[in-house]
C-alpha cells in the first residue's frame, strides 16, 4: 500500500469504521493471529489491534488484559491514529506526552510503546485514512531495533489488506441488501397492480 497517509478528520474515520463494521465484534482468527506474530516478533508483554472513533478506542485483539475499550482521548494510539504516523517511545515514562498516563504511572506500567497506524482505502484510488494501530508494549525500556520494527510494520500492512477485504465484503453485502430490498418493492409493486387489475376486471367493471 501506498503509505501517502495524511491526517484525518474524526468523522471520516467514524464513517470507515462504521462501514467497517468492526466494534463490538467477536473474535477473529486473523486478526487473533496477527497479535500473536506481533507479540513473538517483538517479544513484548503484550500485542493487541485497537480501533478508535471521536469517543472511544476499543481493542479488537490482544495478547493481553487490558481494557477492551477506553475513552478515545485516552487511548495510547491515538497519536498513531489521528496523524497517520508510527509512535515510537523507548520508555514512556521519560514521554513528554504520555509519561503521566494511568498505564504508565500504574500498572501495568508501560516503559517501551510502539504504534503504527493501521489504514484502509475508501477506493483504490484514494489515499489510506487511519481507523487503527497495531501496538506492542512491554514493561522494561527497549530500544529501538530496525530488523523487528521493520516485520512489525509489515505485519500491520497485513492487517490492512485485512480490513480492506472486509470493507469490500460490507459493501457488497450492503449493495446486495439494496438490491433485495428493491426486489421486494417491485414485488410488492407488482401484486398489487394484479390486485387492481382482478377489482377492475370484475362483472361491468371490466375495462376495455
Partial sequence: MDRNVTESSGEERRQLIEDLAILDTPSEPAFDAAVKAGKSLMDVSNCYISFADQHRQWIKAQTGSLPR???ADEALCRLAISTGEEFFSEDLQFDAKLADHPSVVAAPDLRMFLSVPVCVRTDKTADPV???????????????RKPEFEAFRNLARLVEEILESRLVATKSAQVAREQEGILQDLSRAQRQQHQVERIAG????RLH
Avoid at 487511519?130 to 529501538?144: I, K, Q, S
Avoid at 370484475?202 to 367493471?205: A, E, L
Wanted: glycine share 10%; charged share 25%.
Fill in 69 to 71: 475499550e477506553c475513552p
Fill in 130 to 144: 487511519p481507523v487503527g494501530a497495531l501496538c506492542a508494549y512491554d514493561d522494561a525500556p527497549r530500544a529501538r
Fill in 202 to 205: 370484475v362483472g361491468s367493471w
